[in-house]
């Protein structure tokens, strides 16, 4: 072989080695960035959170209102990247207990008082039915005369209560962002999506077992040291059985969340 191909041969395997040499150190340092030490960010972490939300309301497109949620989740959380002013996260999460709560109608009881003298009508439900919303079925009292000319009134009263329905699910899907992961109060934007099952319809009849749930929200996380950390943050989920049942009201619920995480 010429020495000047010999010389360009040896440059060529200089260069390339340089270049998987800089793209090994830079996909190292990518990897380093999440767990190093002056990160508040781990690169794996396990949590566990307790959620609560005491009524629902027309926020997105739910329409049911008064619905309570009461429950427990569990999260794994991967961190994607990090760099000196956010850090983006992966997690997935699984609600091993979710409680859904809807106002029922129980029965309502008509009192009908005619020229003093007064009949009481009572209709007991054996199953309640979930009500929509709670200000549509207040007291109502009504007056005037009958045909005969007698005076009379009517108060038709409406027993209201609850129903909790079981309903766990998984989100198998969500992400994060953290700003200023080099400190240890930070705060954090989240989005999640998954689904919740449980033993019969909700939020109504006629409605589905089966509903998707997607949130977004946000809140703020102290770390006591560089894996142990509190959470604290505020969700709106919406859950919809988007049409797969003979009713789809939807629920719109504003949710608080606390939680503890460990990384690894």
């Given at each position: ?7 360009r ?8 080695l ?11 340092g ?21 959620e ?22 569990l ?26 709560s ?17 009949s ?17 079925y207040?007291?109502?009292?009504f ?14 009263h ?31 934007l989240a989005?999640?999506?998954?689904f ?7 939020p ?8 998707f ?19 604290v ?32």
């Amino acid at each position: 072989m010429p020495a000047l191909a010999r010389i360009r041969w040896q440059l060529l395997c200089v260069l390339l080695l340089w270049v998987g040499a800089a793209r090994g150190q830079t996909r190292h340092g990518i990897e380093q960035r999440i767990g190093e030490p002056r990160y508040y960010a781990p690169l794996n972490s396990v949590a566990a959170f307790v959620e609560y939300s005491n009524s629902s309301s027309h926020i997105i497109l739910g329409d049911d209102r008064q619905r309570k949620f009461l429950g427990v989740a569990l999260a794994y959380q991967r961190g994607i990247s990090a760099t000196h002013w956010m850090a983006w996260d992966y997690s997935a999460e699984i609600r091993p207990l979710l409680l859904e709560s809807d106002p029922v109608l129980a029965g309502r009881r008509l009192t009908v008082t005619v020229n003093g003298k007064t009949s009481v009508y009572d209709d007991r439900f054996s199953d309640p039915a979930p009500i929509e919303n709670v200000k549509l079925y207040g007291d109502q009292s009504f007056s005037g005369t009958t045909l005969e000319g007698d005076a009379f009134t009517e108060q038709l009263h409406s027993d209201l209560g609850r129903r909790w329905t079981y309903a766990p699910g998984v989100t198998p899907v969500c992400f994060s962002v953290h700003l200023l992961p080099e400190h240890r109060l930070q705060s954090f934007l989240a989005s999640s999506a998954g689904f919740i099952v449980s033993p019969r319809d909700i939020p109504e009849f006629k409605t589905s077992a089966f509903n998707f749930t997607f949130s977004f929200g946000g809140g703020v996380e102290w770390f006591r040291d560089h894996r142990r950390s509190w959470t604290v943050e505020y969700r709106v989920q919406h859950t919809s059985n988007k049409d797969i049942g003979y009713n789809n009201p939807g629920i719109d619920s504003q949710f608080v969340r606390v939680g503890y995480r460990f990384g690894f």
